[in-house]
């Protein structure tokens, strides 16, 4: 992979190239060679094509050339298909030629042996030397759908072409690409490119997306991916789509969190590779899906209607039963379901007596029998302004004639208020689903799978409507102290500004009771080592002890198991803080990610962290508005908005703290992990407890 | 709704009739009384028809009479397709005549007015007298596809007929049941029965359900409910799948909880209608689907395939991505996938060099180069002992001519191992689907819904294979005190054998001291009322007092607050019990739900139950099988089975007090509800530590 801050140049030469060569061309259409040489002349590339074969003057009835530096005039995109023995000097040659952009498809390099890793690397090495791009090796090529380059052996084509559209596919599979090209076809939703990416030696996945996130003709982005090398170039291009507004939906396998895990701290050990992916993905608005189906059903919405203004859905049913299914599905997956205003319910029954009219609008079965009945409903709905989008259940009426009839009602109203987004849910006849989408409405064969798609998007469009979250001024980085002990990790967090209990560090039982004193109130004693991990497995922790005495014979206690129970252990005094109550108790971590870099956890603390793995992350840094998202992430939410016996949390402190914490972990290279353990959760502000930081 | 005990009597004559009239018959094709006239000349129906029209002599090219008292011969069943004003006296004709079965499509009764549901009940009287059975009003009707009683105006029934399989279909909403046949036609899955019950005013959903677990044709169900107006007859009719071995898949709208709901207690104010019907699906292995795809896909596998042996499934792929996603979803929906043994994993290698063979078996593109080599691996995967289901992907092979050889493949292996059930997921062409179909294979577009519709059948097998869990002997009924305190209502669980607190009841703060130091240790006083619902609340409750000069203290101090904070209270001593410590606090409800009556609540307790509403429930009663598993449901099991520093709950024993809570609440009609919270779970045993009984 490139990583010389320069992604993207080069690449239109790549992706929309004006001549292509094939080297290894076979006159024969079905190997490897063949296949794409065929692609390209007989499904519509209007750029020059150039065989390249040692053997042969003609190929495919082409002129053909012996060696890529015979061939005529500039070469823009050269195909390599040839055995992985040719393959790097066909590189060589490409470069060498001036070919300004090389598909490899390859086989038998990192993907099988040391050796084939080796070459990898060379043909890497010549791809900067020369400037020149590489997709692959051992992937399946690419296809600009518009102009017809069909850089590609992959045989899903031969069954027939997707339709010209605005989703661009990005696949590290090519098998995976090739099924998804084809459910696309059968489906007849549009694409724009279809990339596999292969091995990666040069272009991966991240700047694929990168440069589709720049593509005037690409709307919506597909992603299936497998694993990542380059965090940085990743969240570039997730920030690039995020700024062009183009919507991202990936899948991402893989989610068997990583086993045994060498952990530098508890922060460190909770984090599965895939929650702190999932964190990464939430940040940039990136939706994940399960299936290839949801990915598709996303990405289709997306290209043929855009994105919704908010999440506020109108349900219009002919079934009573189709709508309470979709207002659960809707509520379930972050929608709401608003009542309409009087006036449209009263309207609405003046014309359609029995109809259920708050929302869902079921029109019943009468609706048939008054005519225009579909289409007034369906206006009033949308001039209601209860609602940003509607989704129309109407049965296996697309279907049929009265299917046709409905299909004008929707386009008329979807002209009528564009602000509206609307989405149709019906078995669809191939003339129905042409009507509404020429009209910009997707049409869905379930109905619960329109309510997804529609979720999907929304969440997309709030994420994209929040983001511009400034992370605010990068601080100084921050330096883990040598030895760092409890008393140490706090006062290097409290002078970042970071909130963290008035606490005294002392050094005998005696101090601690004077100190006790000065606090007053019920006080925490601790014993102070950069030695010791767990200090309540010792005997080094006493809570909630009041006046000198007792805190003095409590320094006492903890001093002698200290000395006993950890003999080795170099001590550091006593550290002696005041009792402090709070809503919740909070966890935040940090710590480096192999992928990502510096990441911050979030959880709430005990038996949510410890058991129950109730814990979120993000990358470093990220501002306020994302850290609330993180924190409404946990599962255990209720606990700091409706804790009993207390007002709610002030889950802007909390966040406020996150952010700081994530901007000073981006800052400082030093720091390889931090526990906060608890941060105690206020009704106002927060207050970090206690702290470990390991440099 | 019936509710005479003799459920099924007399259903063979409605669905299964020999002779069919229509009352209301019309010329017209598209009138609601010409319809079915129609569908049933021209579909294939082989018994006879009988128009019944005051006006014409012919109908539809059949003789017509004007009344069905007039018609020649007995008649099975009688379509009434009047108007609601007539409909009354066209029952009772039918009544008089001495016909079977009569299906209602007028409307206009219980759905619109209170006139309606007087004169829907006249009908439920007629139809009681006289014995004849009724479906409707204000239904779609029903279909038995394999005789051809077209007894539906449904118009989606023009468009084609679904074709004949073992899928039974009841609906409560005509215009879903129309939607869900529209799709089952479209994608090809065979139907027995189609079935909408409308307003019920004698035969419902359940008995339907019921009716079909008898039926020799039908080997899967699949249900839409809104509501349930009689909790015996769904348990009686989910009991009758179970028996039978035929799954039920069931979409219950309505998931929004029951909003503000008068709350005797803790318990039924936590009850939301949906969690108590969530309960009783579980515990029937009754599959609850999201979607109308989402059932047929369920149902359509297990009437192509039956269920699997076991959770095990062995993925066989062409894609490495498609592999591990389809492992993804395997995983996260509660199958396992084992690794292959070496043997198994060795053959594969030495056939196709490259593929990956612990599980998922990625036999990689290589596979079409390799003859012979997808049979040969398919066997050795269904050799190899390891997976009770293959699901194999293939890419869009389906769709050409190498997909016709391994649907031969497919069906060569499931030949010689039938044990071992399989599931395809490709885009088919016709001719495959027909092929793998015939073979007992069914086949899915997307992987990952076939993945899940395995699933869910593995659950249900699972659950088959449990039950019979026997519920036990019938205990005597428990009688709630009168005036029930938390000593009245621990002595009287305490009786029926159920582990409580070893407590005293004393009537002065001395006692209470005297009381700790027989007891022992650490113990808890509280006031004793029973006007005092939340003991703490007025700080009636003191813990972990040791000594007896300091439990006297505390119990001064709580009887002055109760005297001083409830001075209505009547008082009644105070309590004094030792302070346990264990795994973790549960809680156990018992509350009468309008549906099914008694039914069980557990959850962990504190805030998994007060703020996370982490709860499950159970219909009364149920044996130690089935509360294993309730208490497996919770979100928060790893504090139970994973406790942080301590050996696990002893779950038997907790499962064993569900299961005998269970029992008394089933055989006590005065229990209203109770709180068992605490209950301690042990690492040996379980306690409970405080009670309310409601009479």
Known sequence: ??????????????????????????????????????????????????????????????????????????????????????????????????????????????????????????????????????MGPNCLGFMNIEERVFATFAPVVGAGVAPKGRIGLVSQSGAFGGFAFSVARERGIGLSYWITTGNEADLGFSESVEWLASDPGTDVIVGYMEGCRDGDGLRRALDACRRAGKPLIVCKVGKTEAGAKAAA??????????????????????????????????????????????????????????????????????????????ETQDKVLAMVPFAGTRNPLDITGQVSQIPGASRTALGLMAADG????????????????????????????????????????????????????????????????????????????????????GTGDTPAPLTVPADCTEPLALAALGERGLPVVDFRHVRTAAEAGQAAEEIGGPVVVKIVSPDIGHKSDIGGVELNLTGRAAVEAAGDRILTAARTKAPGARLDGLMVAPMRRGVAECVIGVQRDPTFGPVVMFGLGGVHV??????????????????????HQVRAIRLLTHPRGSDPADIDALASLLAQVSRIAAASPGLESADMNPVLALTDGAVILDALLIG
Chains 1, 2 share one sequence.
């Not at 390249?52 to 530096?69: F, R, T, V």
């Not at 109730?614 to 609330?628: C, I, L, N, S």
């Open 610 to 631: 410890e058991a129950l793995r109730d814990v979120v992350f993000r990358a470093a840094p990220f501002g306020e508005a994302e850290a609330k998202a993180m924190i």
């Open 1 to 134: 992979m490139l990583d010389d801050g320069k992604p993207l140049s080069g690449l239109d030469a790549v992706f929309r190239p004006r001549s292509v060569a094939v080297i290894g061309a076979s006159d024969t259409e079905t190997k490897i060679g063949g296949t794409p040489l065929s692609y390209l002349r007989t499904l519509g590339y209007t750029g020059r094509i150039i065989p390249i074969n040692p053997k042969a003057p003609e190929i495919q009835g082409l002129p053909a050339y012996p060696n890529i530096k015979d061939a005529p005039g500039p070469v823009d995109l050269a195909i390599i298909a040839v055995p992985a023995s040719l393959a790097v000097q066909a590189l060589q040659d490409c470069a060498d030629a001036g070919v300004k952009g090389v598909v490899m498809f390859s086989s038998g390099f990192a993907e099988v042996s040391e050796e084939g890793a080796a070459n990898q690397a060379r043909m890497h090495e010549i791809a900067r030397a020369s400037g020149l791009r590489l």
């Open 386 to 469: 209860a609602c940003d989008t509607i989704v129309s259940f109407i049965s296996a009426a697309g279907l049929g004639p009265a299917g046709m009839e409905m299909a004008g009602d929707i386009a008329h109203v979807r002209a009528a208020r564009p602000e509206v987004m609307q989405v149709v849910a019906t078995l669809p006849s191939p003339a129905f689903r042409k009507a509404v989408e020429a009209a910009g409405v997707p049409v869905f064969e379930d109905p619960n799978r329109a309510v997804n798609a529609v979720a999907a998007l929304a969440r997309i469009a709030r994420g994209f409507a929040a983001s511009g979250d």
């Open 265 to 342: 701290s508890h922060t460190a050990a909770l984090a599965g590779e895939d929650a702190v992916f999932d964190g990464v993905f939430r940040q940039y608005n990136v939706v994940r899906a399960d299936s290839i189906e949801e990915c598709l059903d996303i990405a289709y919405a997306a290209s043929i209607a855009g994105l919704p203004k908010g999440p506020r859905v109108g349900l219009y049913t002919v079934s009573g039963g189709a709508g309470v299914l979709m207002a659960d599905m809707a509520e379930a997956r972050g929608l709401t379901v608003p009542e309409f205003s009087r």
